[in-house]
């Protein structure tokens, strides 16, 4: 069965930093295109930042030079480490894979497997 636990949410304050994981199990990130997500108080869910299994992505400016999306060599686990974390980056925090999606998407509906989610707040 495939699936995918994120861990690693928390609160912080302005400026602070957390790291996310994504374990994968039944698959290996290996071969999928990945990316995070995030559902904001009120506000349907968005891409945050992708990562493409043959190309580079380029962060968007919400996060660009703040967070950093990486896989480790097992490939069995995705992070999102957030850095200089802003109020707004508040919200629950999903990875997702998909065998093949567009180029970087951040399109929700071009992703097969999400994991349940975690919650990052960050306060003022």
């Known amino acids: 069965e495939v699936q995918l636990v994120e861990s690693g949410g928390g609160s912080v304050r302005t400026g602070g930093s957390l790291t996310l994981s994504c374990t994968a199990s039944g698959f290996i990130f290996d071969g999928y295109d990945v990316a995070w997500f995030r559902q904001a108080p009120g506000k349907e869910r968005a891409g945050v930042v992708a990562?493409?299994?043959?190309?580079?992505?380029t962060y968007p400016d919400s996060v660009a030079g703040r967070f950093t999306i990486y896989k480790d060599y097992s490939k069995t686990t995705l992070y999102l480490q957030m850095n200089t974390l802003k109020p707004d980056d508040t919200g629950m925090y999903y990875c997702a894979a998909a065998l093949s999606s567009p180029d970087c998407s951040l399109n929700e509906v071009d992703y097969t497997h999400w994991g349940q989610g975690t919650q990052v707040t960050v306060s003022a």
């Open positions: 990562l493409d299994r043959v190309r580079s992505c």
